[in-house]
């Protein structure tokens, strides 16, 4: 009988299902030891919400890396953690967010919220530069204490690529001022006697992260806690300018270096060469619209039109939390803690810097505005 052999094709699609399996089950390792931290991490942060989950994340993570050697079982399954888990949970997050909140937050909190923004992204490009302070370092600060803390970094270091120990001290610093804002903001506004609403605005546009402003604006009364979560809400928005603008910027950093690299192109005449030159410096339209901040509008969009039922929100937003404390936990499992004493005090004292500017330039702009 005549031994049929398979075709090179046949061979090459037996073998790409196979290798795919292959890639799936090395995650399992290092996914299930995530979201084990992850879990961990979510029952401390219920604990004690005003630090939260996530920071109890990247903490833990970052311990337990220090008695875990590199080149382990786990190590695909934290780098898919970091990295894709991470974009994941920015897609479910916004399932909790319609598009019409901005609309119902008013004209008058936009000039604070932009203001401050403002205040965040320059400050921390000039007074990082004048501290130097790396670059993506001080980004990540930047938008962490101007849009949202953790998830901000989150969803930037998606886009630019941030080193782990970059993205672990980033969210550090951002913690550390959390913590004092929740302590602080609520006693500063009693001795400035700041109205419900006008200290809700304060905590929704100065405060880094949502759980932050939750505690801080509750705390000072039911009023300022709605009104202060409805303005991070629609904060929380920014994310997407911001990283859009950021991925096209990265994009055309990345092909011009590819292009040094490659060498100087000599100086012809021919319509190839020039469209050689073209097509080298062409930026790809998925590094300049990311496919997790589709997924995102995507999400915002079903959840604006009523298409995602507002009995999910609680189990989706938790759902969401928890992927983005599996996602800091493999950032913080992928940390050195002695790559971190080398970035310095710097950083630290850049987030001390802009948190100030951006509390003082929001109490500001609400008194030139007319709703301090």
Known sequence: MQEVTPSPQAEKHEARPTS????????????AFVAAIAAVATFLGSLLPVIGGPVFGIVIGAILATFIPQGTVV????????????????VVLGTGLSLTQVLTVGVASLPV???TLAVALVGAWLVG????????IRTLIGVGTGICGASAIAATTAVIGAAEAEV?????????FNIAAVLLFPVIGHLLGL??????????????????????????????????????LTRT????????????????????????????????????ASTDVSARRRVPWRRLVPLFIVGFLVASALDTFGLIPPTWHPAL???????????LSGIGLSTRLATLKAAGHRPLLLGGILWVLVAGASLLLQWATGTL
């Open 20 to 31: 795919r399996r292959t890639a799936a089950l090395r995650l399992v390792p290092g996914l």
């Open 75 to 90: 190590d695909a399954g934290v780098t898919f953690a970091g990295k894709r888990v991470l974009q994941l949970s920015i």
């Open 113 to 115: 919220m932009l203001g």
């Open 129 to 136: 530069k004048l501290l130097r302070v790396n670059g993506d």
């Open 168 to 176: 672990a001290y980033a969210i550090g610093t951002i913690f550390v």
């Open 195 to 232: 109205s419900q609403h006008a200290f809700g605005l304060w905590a929704g546009t100065a405060i880094n992260d949502t759980s932050s402003v939750v505690a801080a604006a509750y705390t000072y009364g039911s009023t300022a806690g709605a009104y202060g979560v409805v303005v991070k």
């Open 237 to 272: 928005l920014m994310i997407i300018p911001i990283s859009l603008a950021l991925a096209a910027v990265t994009a055309r950093r990345d092909a011009a270096a590819a292009s040094d690299v490659a060498g100087t192109p000599q100086l012809s005449t021919s319509p190839t």
């Open 317 to 327: 937003g938790a759902v969401g939390t928890f992927f983005i404390t599996m996602a």
